[in-house]
Nanobody, 125 residues
Framework: QVQLVESGGGSVQAGGSLRLSCTVYGYAYSNACMGWFRRAPGKEREGVAVIHTDTGSTYYADSVKGRFFISKDNAKNTLSLQMTSLKPEDTAMYYC??????????????????WGQGTQVTVSS
């Protein structure tokens, strides 16, 4: 059974940084797109950052480019999101997601089959 378990998140003031981590259980962690999505109250789910486990190719939403950085550790089956220069509009529930046996990655939620339980990020002004 595949499980994605997130950690990190919390509350921070604007301009601060946070790091999210996700560990994948039950999958060999290859040939997959792994990513972070977020949903703010009253808004649609948004693809934040995605990375391919084999090629390392990445996708970032325009709203986070230059501030958020996605990384992976294939040996540990983990995915991380380093968030810097956080803004109040980054406040949301963040989800780790996986789309297995996929060659090309995109920040499209419908392409992702497995999801973590979510972790809250709150940025105060």
């Amino acid at each position: 059974q595949v499980q994605l378990v997130e950690s990190g998140g919390g509350s921070v003031q604007a301009g601060g940084s946070l790091r999210l981590s996700c560990t994948v259980y039950g999958y060999a962690y290859s040939n997959a797109c792994m990513g972070w999505f977020r949903r703010a109250p009253g808004k649609e789910r948004e693809g934040v950052a995605v990375i391919h486990t084999d090629t390392g190719s990445t996708y970032y939403a325009d709203s986070v480019k230059g501030r958020f950085f996605i990384s992976k550790d294939n040996a540990k089956n983990t995915l991380s999101l380093q968030m810097t220069s956080l803004k109040p509009e980054d406040t949301a529930m963040y989800y780790c997601a996986g789309s297995f046996f996929r060659a090309r990655c995109a920040g499209i939620a419908d392409q992702y089959n497995y999801w973590g339980q979510g972790t809250q990020v709150t940025v105060s002004s």
